[in-house]
């Protein structure tokens, strides 16, 4: 656990950290473990140059040094959570995933599926659920109305686009927040406030944040992102109500009327 550590600032620098730090962690796990070893996978400017001809797709800053400096490792971090035979084109095959995150050179039906999976499952709710924001005006009795005026807000909204599961990095829209959601319908959730924030909650143990806390109701043990490191700290005390998240907001605080959550350590 390190309690005092200051993370580079500089967005490379901070990646090329986490590169450097989580594989020398993953070399050292035991070798039958699957990430024994593991590397990632950096794309070259020309690649993503095409992947963004390839998809029709613009990737902001943040999102565009991730694929260069880190991208994916050659290894599944997490158990296998899918299965070959699934549709991978089905626009409701949400747990799928073939790596950790995206290969965008390889995993392409995950990633077509995973940019119509936005829109699609969203809409789905707000034709069959009765979800409606106020900011859209009155709820039209036709779902041919209702479809058209979602459609509308929807393309104006910053982009989201997939980094792993149905976790999307907010495209970069100029002010405000770039947060990673989860976004399962109109079941969107903060996952992190940031790349940088959400690197070092998935990544906690391989950087050494976590700290080990006894609960004495539940008698047990549990892992913990430690306190004390400032630009951590700054992360984990952001309230929901203070966030400055363009359009999205209204949908992730919808169904969070009676108890809504407002961050991670609020």
Same mark, same amino acid.
């Given at each position: 656990?390190?309690?005092? @550590?200051?993370?580079?600032?500089?967005? @490379?620098?901070?990646?090329?950290?986490?590169?450097? /730090?989580?594989?020398?962690?993953?070399?050292?796990?035991?070798?039958?473990? =699957? @990430?024994?070893?593991?590397? !990632?996978?950096?794309?070259?400017?020309?690649?993503?140059?095409?992947?963004?001809?390839?998809?029709?797709?613009?990737?902001?800053?943040?999102?565009?040094?991730?694929?260069?400096?880190?991208?994916?490792?050659?290894?599944?971090?997490?158990?296998? $959570?899918?299965?070959?035979?699934?549709?991978?084109?089905?626009?409701?095959?949400?747990?799928?995933?073939?790596?950790?995150?995206?290969? !965008?050179?390889?995993?392409?039906?995950?990633? $077509?599926?995973?940019?119509?999976?936005?829109?699609? /499952? %969203?809409?789905?709710?707000?034709?069959?659920?009765?979800? #409606?924001?106020?900011?859209?005006?009155?709820?039209?009795? /036709?779902?041919?109305?209702?479809?058209? %005026?979602?459609? =509308? !807000?929807?393309?104006? &909204?910053?982009?989201?686009?997939?980094?792993? &599961?149905?976790?999307?990095?907010?495209?970069? =829209?100029?002010?405000?927040?770039?947060?990673?959601?989860?976004?399962?319908? /109109?079941?969107? @959730?903060?996952? &992190? #406030?940031?790349?940088?924030?959400?690197?070092?909650?998935?990544? =906690?143990?391989?950087?050494?944040?976590? $700290?080990?806390?006894?609960?004495?109701?539940?008698?047990?043990?549990?892992?913990? %992102?430690?306190?004390?490191?400032?630009?951590?700290?700054? !992360?984990?005390?952001?309230?929901?109500?203070?966030?400055? +998240?363009?359009?999205?907001?209204? +949908? +992730?605080?919808?169904?969070?009327?009676?108890?809504?959550?407002?961050?991670?350590?609020?």
């Amino acid at each position: 656990m390190k309690s005092h @550590i200051t993370f580079p600032a500089d967005l @490379i620098d901070f990646l090329v950290w986490v590169k450097t /730090t989580t594989e020398s962690a993953w070399s050292n796990v035991p070798p039958e473990s =699957a @990430i024994h070893g593991a590397k !990632w996978l950096g794309l070259s400017d020309q690649e993503i140059d095409g992947l963004e001809q390839k998809y029709d797709i613009k990737f902001g800053y943040e999102h565009r040094a991730f694929l260069k400096v880190l991208h994916t490792i050659d290894k599944n971090y997490d158990e296998p $959570e899918y299965d070959k035979d699934d549709e991978e084109d089905s626009p409701m095959a949400a747990w799928g995933t073939p790596s950790f995150f995206y290969n !965008w050179l390889t995993d392409t039906n995950w990633i $077509e599926n995973k940019l119509e999976w936005r829109y699609e /499952t %969203i809409l789905f709710d707000v034709l069959n659920t009765g979800f #409606w924001l106020k900011s859209w005006g009155q709820r039209p009795d /036709t779902r041919e109305e209702k479809t058209r %005026i979602f459609s =509308a !807000w929807y393309h104006n &909204a910053p982009r989201l686009l997939p980094v792993k &599961a149905h976790t999307f990095l907010m495209d970069d =829209a100029g002010h405000g927040l770039k947060p990673l959601l989860s976004v399962y319908g /109109t079941d969107t @959730i903060v996952i &992190a #406030w940031s790349l940088r924030h959400y690197l070092m909650r998935t990544f =906690a143990k391989e950087l050494e944040l976590e $700290e080990m806390v006894f609960d004495e109701e539940g008698q047990y043990y549990y892992d913990r %992102i430690v306190s004390g490191i400032p630009e951590l700290d700054d !992360w984990e005390t952001i309230r929901l109500d203070d966030a400055d +998240i363009p359009y999205w907001k209204g +949908i +992730i605080t919808y169904w969070k009327c009676s108890s809504p959550w407002q961050g991670f350590r609020v």
